[in-house]
Nanobody, 123 residues
Framework: VQLQASGGGSVQAGGSLRLSCAAS????????MGWFRRAPGKEREFVST????????YYSASVKGRFTISRDNAKNTVYLQTNSLRPEDTAVYYCAGSRRSWLGTSPHDYIYWGQGTLVTVSS
């Protein structure tokens, strides 16, 4: 399985970006997908996750109400719509895939990882 994240960029505070994560290879092995981020000098942080069958979702408190995770199973792609961006959202965003149908919030819950896409929010 390969995951390809894209959609990052530089925006001003209050702006929006839509991140995409396209899966290829043995995509049938992926049951849930999540987004994490790592800000400069900080640990990797959970952002959001979704179960691909059924569509259950979960968000971290810091992004709930501003970010929306969605999926297009036909395209093997998961999206993260990021609205009302803040400077503290600046980070490299990573998508991840799991073989289990769960709303995992730990990086250890995922075995497939994309390369990351940089989001920079200026004030």
């Amino acid at each position: 399985v390969q995951l390809q994240a894209s959609g990052g960029g530089s925006v001003q505070a209050g702006g929006s970006l839509r991140l995409s994560c396209a899966a290829s290879g043995r995509t049938a092995d992926i049951k849930s997908m999540g987004w994490f981020r790592r800000a400069p000098g900080k640990e990797r942080e959970f952002v959001s996750t979704t179960v691909l069958s059924g569509g259950s979702t979960y968000y971290s408190a810091s992004v709930k109400g501003r970010f929306t995770i969605s999926r297009d199973n036909a395209k093997n792609t998961v999206y993260l719509q990021t609205n009302s961006l803040r400077p503290e959202d600046t980070a490299v965003y990573y998508c991840a895939g799991s073989r289990r149908s769960w709303l995992g919030t730990s990086p250890h819950d995922y075995i497939y990882w994309g390369q990351g896409t940089l989001v920079t929010v200026s004030s």
